[in-house]
């Protein structure tokens, strides 16, 4: 380990975060984007680093592999898309849904696959991956702030490397002894006491930095899936695809009970339950979220409402790739898990579709976004305005 950077007994993770960020920088080691302070930091010798995964075989007998989005693992990106294997990189901030796939145009030079590993290209050459169970990770790359030689990994503290491997665990992405690698300066490697561990925490199997490669042996066991009772109810706001997968897991009859929720009901997660929380919630001002967030109030109360219905404002969204099987009530249970209440719902089950009316464009709009990535019974849902609607603007 980095012994300019070894770490004072009792220190905290933040303190191990803070003297790793100010050696880069004072040592002329951190590299753009710049401060590297509460980020993966991203350092000179970083595309060297990443280049070394080629040479191990748990990389070359991937298919599938998960590449966190940060600028220091943009090598391990492209490395993937040039030994044509699929590349996943979770969403920033798991906003929209838990990956996107990277699919390079046919053709692609090797200029243009340079592109597609860099955060640009995430942004033009993929598209989302629903929760239906159909990624299957063989590989998982993570950024650190400083990993010790035993394979105890520090983050930049937000937790979402941790929540991405939770999420797919409960997928079915993941299996136990799928590896896990990070790339980092020879400096971030340090010791890390043992006790500075929770058990949500995401170990590694390698390590590369530009001069080694480590292969850390940890017996410790990696989380075994999402610990609701760690989850805050603000994360289940900010990341919509949290909400799928803890209907899900309700309905499979897990507790699914939150952090800062009141456990003293058993049944309070219940999906019956979880629907009512979900309604009486929606009928709480929402504006302290933000502008995307307006026009997700309740709109049961006003489903009858003829002014309404008379005003020519409504907007409707798709929703396609229902399964046979799935009874309307799932549907409308969901719609009210997420806040995505509609006016009127024409359901046409046997078509495998149903058309959802909102009072007008930006409900709608917002109906769509929180119900990106659900899944029932097994089908991740096509979700967005009806045909008709996209072009019409605001009346």
């Known amino acids: 380990p980095s012994p300019q950077l070894c770490p004072p007994p009792g220190a905290s993770k933040w303190d191990v ?52 989005p940060d600028k220091p693992l943009e090598g391990v990106r492209l490395a993937a898309l040039q030994a044509r294997k699929t590349l996943l990189v979770p969403t920033p901030r798991l906003r929209t849904g838990l990956f996107n796939k990277i699919i390079p145009p046919s053709g692609a030079t090797k200029d243009i696959l ?21 990624a299957r990770v063989d590989l998982v790359v993570v950024g650190s702030v400083a990993v010790s030689e035993e ?10 490397a941790d929540m991405e491997y939770a999420m797919m665990v409960s997928m079915g992405a993941v299996q ?33 930095t530009p001069t080694r490669t480590i292969k850390t042996n940890c017996k410790r066991p990696k989380p075994q899936g999402i610990m609701w009772h760690k989850v805050s109810s603000e994360m289940l706001e900010k990341i919509p695809i949290l909400k ?24 309070a997660n219940t999906p019956a339950a979880l629907n009512e929380k979900a309604t009486a919630e929606n009928t709480r001002p929402q504006a302290a979220l933000g502008s995307a967030r307006l026009g997700r109030r309740s709109v049961e109360s006003e489903a009858l409402s ?8 409504i907007t409707t969204v798709y929703v396609g790739n229902i399964p046979p099987g799935v009874k309307v009530g799932e549907l409308k249970c969901a719609l009210r898990e997420f806040h995505a209440t509609p006016l009127r719902l024409n359901w046409q089950g046997a078509q495998h579709r149903a058309f959802l009316d909102y009072k007008d ?3 709608a709009e917002s109906a769509v976004s929180s119900l990106k990535g ?17 072009n019409k603007g605001q009346v």
């Open 306 to 313: 003829p002014r309404l219905e008379g005003s020519g404002t």
């Open 17 to 68: 975060r803070e003297k790793v960020w100010d050696y880069l920088e004072k040592s002329g080691l951190a590299d753009f984007p710049r401060p590297v302070h509460r980020r993966i930091p991203n350092f000179k010798g970083s595309h060297q680093a990443c280049c070394s995964v080629k040479e191990l075989d748990v990389f070359n007998r991937a298919r599938e592999v998960k590449v966190d």
């Open 374 to 390: 659900l899944s029932l019974g097994g089908n991740t849902l096509r979700v967005e305005l009806a045909k008709n609607q996209r």
């Open 244 to 267: 799928s997968l803890r209907y899900r897991e309700a309905q499979a009859g897990k507790d699914v009970t939150l952090r800062d929720e009141p456990s003293d009901s058993a049944d």
């Open 176 to 208: 136990e002894d799928t590896p896990v690698i990070t790339i980092v300066h020879d400096c971030q490697v340090v010791d890390i006491a043992e006790e500075l561990l929770d058990d949500h925490d995401l170990t590694v199997d390698y390590i590369l």
């Open 361 to 363: 464009k930006a409900a």
């Open 114 to 134: 340079r592109i597609c590993a860099t955060s640009q290209g995430i942004k033009e050459y993929s598209v989302p991956v629903g929760l239906d169970g159909k």
């Open 151 to 160: 394979g105890w990994r520090i983050g930049k503290g937000e937790g979402y």
